[in-house]
């Protein structure tokens, strides 16, 4: 019994120091202080760092059908009054969306870029892709619905009036709201192409007199997440010779992201690149900001996760145990 009291007593790791060593100093009691500060401040980082969150990326093949596209729109155009911009959607399915969930809205602006007046955008105009985003000449033939030839008289001067003290006043309009689209490629863009041809004609004197500047505040494809980077975000482009046509070319990237809740946020992603056509004097086509997008066949799921709680005692121990030694 005796022996295995000693056995024991051998494997004591802490052992009782000797009497001089108990003796307590000052600069003792400095180096427990400090000792004690990078302990505590090392302990709260470990905390921090295990209730943070990471997310882990995963890919896999977008097998979603028959949903529809938001596509959420913020711009100003400080050089083109409300009344001349309209919002043309067209997709590759070159089916007439009668029932599209649109809710857009202009806002006129004053000179100083301040909000002068509200106008609800209910003439989106859905055209079947085969008529094209190039040949800008049709878009104006065909909109003849909105001003017919027989009232041209009339109602066109009072419009062309009132279009040409707005130029001359600096108001600018500012275009929002949400495009529910199909999941197929498209475009969407924001010109003059609503207006009669003639009158068009009669306001600018010409389709390089159309000056296109805008500013993007925000241009998305669906809800914002943690870490999110929509690179059309204020985007500015001002146009100080003639004008032209823009050209957007995104790339959606259908996107999943799963909250460490369990929570699933359906959204979408996109890369883009940048296109500009000047026009000339004598060119047929007006200009335009076109948006033309393509969906990836692949999407995205962002899922984030937490440190095992073994994780953090194991450094929590490292820590502790180096001080406390």
Not at 160 to 179: D, Q, T
Not at 200 to 226: C, T
Request: glycine share 6%; with cysteine; aromatic share 8%.
């Amino acid at each position: 019994m005796g022996n295995l009291k000693q056995a024991l007593k051998s494997l004591d790791a802490f052992p009782r120091a000797e009497e001089h060593l108990l003796q307590k100093t000052k600069s003792g009691a400095i180096v427990s202080i400090v000792g004690l500060t990078i302990m505590a401040t090392l302990f709260l980082h470990e905390l921090t760092y295990y209730l943070s969150t990471y997310t882990v990326h995963q890919m896999a093949v977008d097998l979603k059908r028959g949903e529809t596209l938001p596509i959420h729109i913020n711009m100003t155009f400080p050089s083109l009054p409300c009344d001349v911009l309209s919002v043309d959607a067209i997709d590759m399915s070159g089916k007439h969306e009668v029932d599209l969930d649109t809710n857009i809205w202009k806002l006129r602006l004053n000179k100083d870029g301040q909000i002068v007046g509200t106008e609800y955008l209910s003439d989106l105009v859905e055209k079947e892709h085969a008529h094209g985003h190039g040949d800008n000449k049709d878009h104006h033939e065909e909109s003849d619905h909105k001003i017919k030839l027989h009232t041209l008289d009339e109602g066109a001067e009072n419009m062309i009036k009132n279009v040409k003290h707005a130029l001359a006043n600096g108001e600018g309009c500012r275009v929002y709201g949400v495009l529910d689209v199909q999941r197929v490629a498209g475009n969407f863009h924001i010109s003059v192409h609503g207006l009669n041809i003639f009158v068009a004609q009669m306001i600018f004197e010409g389709s390089s007199h159309v000056n296109v500047s805008h500013i993007i505040h925000d241009l998305s494809f669906g809800p914002k997440y943690p870490g999110i980077h929509n690179p059309l975000d204020d985007t500015v482009r001002i146009l100080r010779g003639a004008s032209g046509t823009f050209k957007y070319y995104i790339k959606i990237v259908p996107t999943e992201y799963k909250y460490i809740s369990k929570e699933v946020l359906p959204t979408n992603q996109f890369s883009v690149t940048e296109y500009f056509s000047p026009i000339s004097e004598f060119d047929r086509a007006w200009p335009a900001v076109y948006f033309l997008y393509d969906l990836s066949p692949i999407t995205v799921t962002i899922r984030e996760e937490r440190r095992s709680f073994l994780h953090f005692i194991t450094r929590l121990c490292a820590v502790l145990g180096v001080h406390l030694h």
